[in-house]
């Protein structure tokens, strides 16, 4: 069994060719948690990175730590109705990342084109997805973070395309220059879709269960274990806040 500190080290010896810091398993190839920056950051005292307060806003400041087997840090708005809310706008996955990152325009497209159709599937188990702001809809963001070097030049890639050719893309990636080896970082924030009110945030960091080497699925086995993990937890969790059976 990989404990937390093998856990942190793997990603600490991975910290240079991977991410560092996201939110919120499968196959032959697994994930463990991991600590993101942010988590190192709210336990010190210490100011949080700009990836999470850019992206997530002043309402960053109401992170804590998250439960046993959740994301590492988390904010659930106590006084929301959640049973009230039926349909998601699901918004196009995000990717944040310096101006320099060595994570080519090509591989962010393909890495958020595929963590927004895991997202969609997964959702549309549970939730009316819809495309427009209403009654009973809540809005979901939720974006890839490269925290590779400093953010003063965040940019963001959102882009939409048929699973089967985002697939083909992934598959034809080459693992040794492939930048998100061995962990990913994922932000998280759901409103409600008319007053904006904020319904929950979260950043989480996954790391590899086992060597990238030994994947079963793709090239870039740990990012898409990552990113089909997130999808999986992000509509049980809000099942569990409606009181509803969580999916299997």
């Known amino acids: 069994m990989i404990t ?25 190839s697994t994930t463990v948690a991991s600590a993101p920056a942010a988590a190192q950051a ?18 960053a400041s109401r992170l804590a730590p998250g439960p046993e087997g959740g994301a590492a840090l988390a904010w659930i708005n106590p006084n929301a109705q959640w049973s009230s809310y039926t349909k998601i ?15 080519s325009a090509a591989d962010q497209a393909t890495l958020t084109e595929y963590f927004y159709n895991q997202l969609q599937t997964n959702l549309s ?17 939720v974006a890839l973070m490269d925290a590779t070097t400093a953010v003063p030049g965040l940019r963001t890639i959102s882009v939409i395309v048929p699973q089967a ?8 990636m080459a693992t040794d220059s492939y930048a998100f ?15 904006g009110q904020l319904l929950a945030e979260a950043v989480d960091q996954r790391a590899g ?13 740990d990012a898409q274990n990552a990113m089909d993990y997130w999808s999986q937890k992000i509509p049980n969790r809000i099942l569990q806040l409606q009181g509803k059976a969580t999916q299997s």
């Open 4 to 28: 937390k500190n093998l856990a942190q080290k793997m990603v600490t010896g991975l910290a240079a060719a991977g991410l560092a810091a996201a939110l919120f398993t499968s196959g032959c």
């Open 42 to 59: 709210v336990e010190s005292g210490g100011p949080l990175p700009s990836a999470v307060t850019g992206f997530l806003g002043p309402d």
């Open 89 to 103: 706008q699901l918004m196009p996955v995000e990717f944040w990342a310096a101006a320099d990152s060595k994570v």
């Open 125 to 141: 188990k549970s939730f009316t997805l819809v495309d427009q702001p209403g009654p009973g809809v809540m809005t979901l963001r």
């Open 165 to 172: 050719r985002v697939l083909n893309l992934a598959q034809s």
């Open 181 to 195: 080896v061995g962990s990913a970082e994922a932000e998280m924030k759901l409103t409600d879709s008319v007053t």
């Open 209 to 221: 269960g086992m060597g990238i080497k030994s994947a079963a699925s793709f090239q870039w086995g």
